[in-house]
T-cell receptor
Framework: NAGVTQTPKFQVLKTGQSMTLQCAQD?????MYWYRQDPGMGLRLIYY???????DKGEVPNGYNVSRLNKREFSLRLESAAPSQTSVYFC????????????FGPGTRLTVT | RKEVEQDPGPFNVPEGATVAFNCTYS??????FFWYRQDCRKEPKLLMS???SGNEDGRFTAQLNRASQYISLLIRDSKLSDSATYLC???????????FGGGTRLMVKP
């Protein structure tokens, strides 16, 4: 089992460009999450999907969109990247939203110039 | 005010030392509490849950003080491999989402 995988690992974008971050899990989890991590800020929830077919905003959703493609995959899209979106992005999953242990992917380091 | 606050450190300690971190949370309705560990440039992983009566896992002891709204983590006999960032995490009622503190960095020196 690979657990939670994310692609790409690194990305540099210019302001205004768009891109999609991919996340997949093979643990048959129902819930999936996207976080961003900035120095000193901890992880902040961008969007989450409690189950296949549903998505909800987290703490910092502005500038992002998500798609829960199927039970395994949850993608995050930046339509028009801004320097403020420079961050490390983590995808996570767990069996249910009230299950405390979330399993994280290795992260995507994104720089927007 | 941040919902979960931690001293960012770094805490520099020699091998074998005992070190303690505290964390405060602002939402009195918070239901569950955890410590996650994050190695440099890696993803966070669950270290341990924090129970009201306090709990121990080997060299690690976690305590919860609901009245004062703080959580602590004690590490005894520190190892070089304990060097990492420790994230205080709280699960609150609204949607059962996890809220992460900014982390406390620990560096254990030989």
């Amino acid at each position: 089992n690979a657990g939670v995988t994310q692609t790409p690992k690194f990305q540099v974008l210019k302001t205004g460009q768009s891109m999609t971050l991919q996340c997949a899990q093979d643990m048959n989890h129902n819930s999936m999450y996207w976080y961003r991590q900035d120095p000193g800020m901890g992880l902040r929830l961008i969007y989450y999907s409690a189950s296949e077919g549903t998505t909800d905003k987290g703490e910092v959703p502005n500038g992002y969109n998500v798609s829960r493609l199927n039970k395994r995959e949850f993608s995050l899209r930046l339509e028009s990247a801004a320097p403020s979106q420079t961050s490390v992005y983590f995808c996570a999953s767990n069996l249910r939203t009230d299950s405390y242990e979330q399993y994280f992917g290795p992260g995507t380091r994104l720089t927007v110039t | 005010r941040k919902e979960v606050e931690q001293d960012p450190g770094p805490f520099n300690v020699p091998e074998g030392a005992t070190v303690a971190f505290n964390c405060t949370y602002s939402n009195s309705a918070s239901q569950s509490f955890f410590w996650y560990r994050q190695d440099c440039r890696k993803e966070p992983k669950l270290l341990m849950s924090v129970y009201s009566s306090g709990n121990e896992d080997g060299r690690f002891t976690a305590q919860l003080n609901r009245a004062s709204q703080y959580i602590s983590l004690l590490i005894r006999d520190s190892k070089l491999s304990d060097s990492a960032t420790y994230l205080c995490v709280v699960r609150s009622g609204a949607g059962n989402m996890l809220t992460f503190g900014g982390g406390t960095r620990l560096m254990v020196k030989p």
